[in-house]
């Protein structure tokens, strides 16, 4: 054999087997418990929410820690129910930092298994540049393939990932007692149809921190300084090149889900001193309506601010009360 021939023949069998190895299958609940990191945890709990427990899914809330940290999915259930015979029921699905291909994997967990109504769809003043770095974690190999390459500097490296991944979860749920992990779910151990972080921590600890002004002014100076560039929209194609990807995946999203006959909004959580609106409102509000909380009493009073970019529990309590207002005034 001649050493074109060998190398075609290498060259083959390499992409060959890489690709067998991406599409062994696997219990997709096993992917939910890798993610055992922090508040990351949460993840595990989003699928057994979504999976194992019957209780319906009417309303479900998508983000990051700002959404985590500022919306109280109970209290919301409790306040647009008050005088509504059909109950709505309600989750927070967010989890920590920005990157819409996350979303898309949550949501597309939530539509296979329950028949939502309505969606929020947290927004910031800016829109990511980077996908979601624990997405390789959750998303099913058909996702990160067909997510666009246009330009996501994660592509190459989430599907780099993905044969060992693979593999990792095909031995997992072949051979589940030799690594210690579970495919059946505990109903003792279940946290119950709401995990929530607003009010406080799930294990009790209190988020009743309060920054000083001071020291938020000067955190969002700090940010301007530094990042003040993410809101120039000044290069159409520089803005290609740092937003396509996210912006794409959440067109497609947002297509799919009004497909299915849902609502969908978008929810304003900025950081404390961002400006009153996202840089990119015009290309929101061709997707989806937004919705604004402008009470200043909440996003210009450092009483309510745990950190620069969220919500302490004051804060949330007043976040969720209002925004509870507006879905009932606006959307149901």
């Given at each position: 054999?001649?050493?074109?021939?060998?190398?075609?023949?290498?060259?083959?069998?390499?992409?060959?087997?890489?690709?067998?190895?991406?599409?062994?299958?696997?219990?997709?609940?096993?992917?939910?418990?890798?993610?055992?990191?922090?508040?990351?945890?949460?993840?595990?709990?989003?699928?057994?929410?979504?999976?194992?427990?019957?209780?319906?899914?009417?309303?479900?809330?998508?983000?990051?820690?700002?959404?985590?940290?500022?919306?109280?999915?109970?209290?919301?259930?409790?306040?647009?129910?008050?005088?509504r015979s059909s109950k709505k029921r309600v989750v927070n699905f967010a989890l920590p930092q920005l990157g819409r291909d996350m979303h898309q994997t949550l949501i597309k967990?939530?539509?296979?298994?329950?028949?939502?109504?309505?969606?929020?769809?947290?927004?910031?003043?800016?829109?990511?540049?980077?996908?979601?770095?624990a997405t390789y974690y959750l998303a099913n190999s058909k996702d990160m393939l067909e997510s666009p390459l246009l330009v996501n500097t994660r592509y190459f490296g989430n599907l780099a990932r993905l044969p060992l991944r693979q593999s990792n979860l095909f031995l997992k749920t072949q051979f589940p007692d030799m690594f210690g992990v579970s495919v059946e779910f505990d109903q003792q151990s279940y946290a119950g149809s709401h995990q929530n972080y607003a009010l406080a921590f799930p294990d009790g600890r209190s988020r009743d921190k309060i920054q000083s002004e001071k020291f938020l002014i000067e955190k969002r100076q700090n940010w301007t300084k530094n990042?003040?560039?993410?809101?120039?929209?000044?290069?159409?194609?520089?803005?290609?090149?740092?937003?396509?990807?996210?912006?794409?995946?959440?067109?497609?999203?947002?297509?799919?889900?009004?497909?299915?006959?849902?609502?969908?909004?978008?929810?304003?959580?900025?950081n404390f001193g961002s400006q009153a609106k996202p840089v990119d409102e015009d290309i929101y509000a061709l997707m989806a309506p937004i919705l604004y909380v402008e009470d200043?009493?909440?996003?210009?009073?450092?009483?309510?601010?745990?950190?620069?970019?969220?919500?302490?529990?004051?804060?949330?309590?007043?976040?969720?009360?209002?925004?509870?207002?507006?879905i009932n005034d606006k959307v149901l």
């Open positions: 054999m001649n050493k074109a021939k060998f190398w075609a023949l290498l060259i083959t069998t390499c992409v060959v087997s890489v690709a067998i190895l991406s599409c062994l299958p696997h219990n997709p609940y096993l992917r939910y418990q890798e993610l055992d990191v922090g508040v990351f945890k949460k993840d595990t709990w989003i699928y057994e929410r979504t999976v194992f427990d019957p209780t319906p899914i009417d309303i479900a809330f998508f983000g990051t820690s700002h959404t985590l940290n500022a919306i109280d999915s109970t209290l919301v259930e409790e306040q647009i129910n008050i005088d967990l939530l539509l296979e298994h329950k028949q939502p109504e309505v969606l929020f769809i947290e927004i910031r003043e800016t829109e990511a540049r980077d996908q979601h770095p990042n003040g560039h993410k809101l120039l929209r000044d290069n159409k194609l520089k803005n290609f090149i740092n937003y396509n990807a996210n912006l794409t995946i959440l067109r497609n999203l947002i297509s799919l889900a009004k497909k299915q006959g849902i609502e969908i909004y978008f929810i304003y959580l900025p200043p009493s909440i996003f210009g009073n450092a009483y309510n601010w745990y950190d620069l970019g969220h919500l302490n529990a004051q804060g949330a309590m007043k976040f969720t009360n209002s925004i509870s207002q507006i």
